[in-house]
């Protein structure tokens, strides 16, 4: 019975009456999606064609570009002496300040979970820096924090240490990159906050009835179950952090100074773009960059089966 | 006449709203295309960008043209600029300096001004150093906005008059400047804190080229080649090596990051600092209460001429897809000629190219004492001046701004990452590669 009704609705979908009023409902959806269709071919899509086909040229910005081939791909894997170092300093960034930033958001989150009066002030204090975010006022701020007669020297020398020119040393200056990115840990805290509300009260009852220790409590119940979200913020961090642009222009005004310490890719890329008016080189240096992201993106996916947890199983 | 429905009303408001959209995206181009006046962009710090924006309202004024003024700062003004030349839209007037200009000038995107100089941009008092200025492949594109020396060796003369040194000669030698910095050194470590003689500046491409000039070689040759020896190069980097490692340049892991604010004279661990042209001293001044003079940099040996670098240090060029072009050279002949530009300017862009002009402001007595030094500073240095050869395209990653490859170089030996001549060896193969 059901059966005959749905092959009838077929049928009444067919009928002409009906096309033509679907047609009206769908170039009325088409029409309303022009501002988003416009946006997406005019600011991404064809952007990016042109950008992977500008990847084969030598453009210069002020000449029309000249097709080179793989060239710009090859010299950047054979000859380039600010690639490789570009990405080194960049991946230390990514593969420090991401796992740091995620340990820092989820003990924050943890300790804020709680029951307490003003509770609700405090975790608006907490993620206070990450509204801030990666802005040039709170670059502008690290950069004189962590000056030679900065704050952070100023603390130290109240425990007889005699701090450094933190940004003018190459062995320095990319950690206070990784302390900025750690210290805006507030939008995976409150991702982090909202997965441990998520957890049921009665597992934590039934530990603590078994006379489990708030450290067995996290590492067996409470971790295991936030992995999806551990998950979660780590991909998008990583993501983000490979495309991180403004702290390390403003730190090292916009040169990757010291000793390219603080070259980050995306400044790199920038720099041989709008600097050294090699734009066609600089749009081949922003897809190995996607392609190094992606790789990275699928290797976690790959390896979550492994460790995050997941309710079917 | 039928009522409009909810449908209807969805898809023409959104098609409205979409043409409305692409209009608000292609309307300032359509706009741009009738003409909106003169637009002029130039980059400029602190009350620069106002004193210029002043000086193209006294045109405005003056002409009865109108002026789209776009004034930004250093950073953010190349990549708006290649972007509105990328884009066909270059502002008819904009500013360009020695890293970049050639290589506006070789891709055609600045206008041949030949026909207007020495008609509508008159150059008939301008001094030999700002006529010299002006050529890039044998043909005349750029128009000086003012005079500096480059580079600028600026030092303390509170701190060298406090040890005992009360005069630098101005034909001074590169061992004597070795060996003050060392005298000043010790002096000013002598209360147990490592002080220096002077700022580590291995990696200016300003002083490297005074070296090189002071050797009797340009920094690129007219075919836009290195002008210099891998051999000039070692001595460079060898003598600032030397300098750092006895402690009269400064060591690498007591420099700092960032402007005028972080060189050594102005913390107090230096005597001697650079900057790229003399105008850098009023930045200097501002931060310091001690008294800051200039000495030219050295001659290469006692037996060496002494030669100065008297030179434009920012030019402004007319657009090659402006569609004013006339209006544009005759604001450009009001701004480096007219007293009124130049008061308005003040030393933001230098002493004025003219020497007549020069004179008559500096007489005027509406200078104050640091302009004073600028302007006596090109007085003195003209009769020493030899033209530079302007840098080719594709010198910028070699010796521009940012951290070229002669600057990280300088730091990567600084640092013992790199021997002498392995930098050497890498910057004549980049050379290779880029010119």
Not at chain 2, 269 to 283: R, W
């Amino acid at each position: 019975m059901s059966q005959q009704a749905s092959v009838g609705e077929v049928v009444r979908v067919a009928s002409p009456a009906r096309t033509v009023r679907q047609r009206s409902a769908n170039g009325a959806a088409y029409t309303m999606l022009v501002p988003w269709l416009v946006g997406f071919f005019g600011l991404t899509a064809i952007p990016m064609v042109a950008s992977l086909y500008l990847s084969f040229t030598d453009y210069s910005l002020l000449a029309p570009p000249e097709w080179v081939g793989a060239d710009n791909y090859a010299y950047m894997f054979n000859g380039d002496y600010r690639f490789w170092p570009s990405l080194t300093v960049t991946a230390f960034y990514v593969f420090v300040s991401v796992p740091l930033a995620t340990v820092v958001a989820l003990a924050v989150a943890v300790g804020l979970n709680r029951k307490m009066r003003g509770i609700g002030i405090l975790r608006s204090v907490y993620y206070l820096p990450s509204l801030l975010g990666g802005s040039v006022a709170i670059a502008i701020m690290w950069r004189e924090l962590f000056d030679k007669n900065g704050l952070v020297n100023l603390v130290l020398s109240w425990f007889g240490i005699d701090g450094p020119a933190w940004l003018a040393l190459p062995q320095t200056a990319p950690w206070t990159l990784v302390f900025l990115h750690a210290w805006q840990f507030g939008a995976p805290m409150v991702i982090f906050l909202a997965a441990l509300k998520q957890i049921p009260s009665d597992l934590y009852e039934a530990a603590e009835l078994d006379g489990a220790n708030r450290v067995q409590v996290f590492f067996t119940i409470t971790l295991p179950l936030i992995t999806p979200i551990v998950f979660f913020n780590v991909v998008m961090q990583m993501i983000t952090s490979f495309q991180a642009f403004t702290p390390a222009f403003v730190i090292s005004n916009g040169t990757g100074a010291p000793l390219d310490s603080t070259l980050f890719y995306t400044l790199y890329l920038y720099i041989e773009g709008f600097g050294n008016f090699r734009m066609g080189y600089a749009a081949a240096l922003a897809w190995v960059l996607l392609a190094i992201i992606a790789g990275l993106t699928a290797l976690a996916f790959a390896t979550a089966r492994f460790w995050v947890f997941n309710p079917d199983d | 006449m039928t009522r409009m429905n909810k449908r209807q009303f969805l898809k023409y408001g959104g098609t409205a709203l979409g043409a409305g959209m692409l209009a608000g995206v292609l309307g300032p181009i359509g706009a741009r295309a009738q003409g909106a006046g003169l637009t002029v962009a130039w980059w400029g710090e602190g009350d620069q960008n106002k004193r210029t924006a002043d000086a193209m309202q006294a045109y405005a004024k003056a002409s009865g043209i109108t002026i789209d003024p776009q004034g930004t700062n250093f950073n953010g003004y190349w990549d708006r600029l290649a972007t509105q030349v990328a884009g066909g839209n270059a502002p008819d007037v904009f500013q360009v300096f020695l890293a970049t200009m050639a290589e506006y000038a070789a891709r055609g995107t600045i206008e041949p001004i030949g026909n207007y100089l020495g008609s509508v941009i008159d150059t008939s008092d301008w001094a030999p150093a700002a006529r010299d200025s002006v050529y890039f492949g044998g043909e005349q594109y750029f128009v000086p906005l003012g005079l500096s020396t480059q580079p600028a060796i600026i030092y303390d003369k509170t701190v060298l008059e406090g040890i005992g040194i009360t005069e630098l000669k101005p034909d001074w030698t590169l061992a004597e400047f070795r060996e003050i910095g060392a005298e000043i050194a010790e002096a000013l470590s002598a209360d147990g804190e490592q002080k220096f003689g002077m700022d580590d500046m291995g990696g200016s491409q300003t002083v490297l080229e005074a070296f090189v000039r002071s050797k009797g070689v340009n920094m690129f040759t007219d075919e836009g080649q290195l002008g210099f020896s891998k051999d000039d190069l070692i001595e460079w980097y060898e003598f600032w090596d030397e300098a750092r490692a006895a402690g009269v340049a400064v060591a690498p892991e007591a420099r700092q990051q960032g402007g005028f604010e972080a060189t050594g004279i102005i913390r107090g661990v230096a005597a001697f600092s650079t900057a790229a042209s003399t105008k850098g001293l009023q930045g200097f001044q501002s931060l310091s209460q001690n008294q800051l003079e200039f000495n030219p940099w050295p001659r290469y040996a006692a037996d060496s001429e002494r030669i100065e670098l008297v030179t434009p240090v920012e030019w402004m060029v007319i657009s090659a897809t402006s569609d004013q072009k006339d209006e544009a050279a005759a604001l450009l002949n009001f701004i480096v000629n007219d007293p009124a530009s130049i008061t308005a300017m003040g030393i933001s862009k230098g002493a004025p190219v003219g020497n007549a002009l020069r004179k008559q402001i500096l007489e005027s007595g509406e200078l104050s004492e640091t302009e004073t030094k600028i302007y006596n500073v090109v007085e003195e240095a003209l009769p020493y001046s030899k033209p530079r050869v302007i840098y080719p395209p594709g010198s910028g990653p070699l010796v521009g701004p940012g951290t070229p490859l002669i600057a990280l170089l300088n730091d990567q030996i600084a640092f013992k990452q790199i021997a002498i001549p392995a930098a050497v060896d890498r910057f004549f193969s980049e050379a290779d590669r880029n010119l």
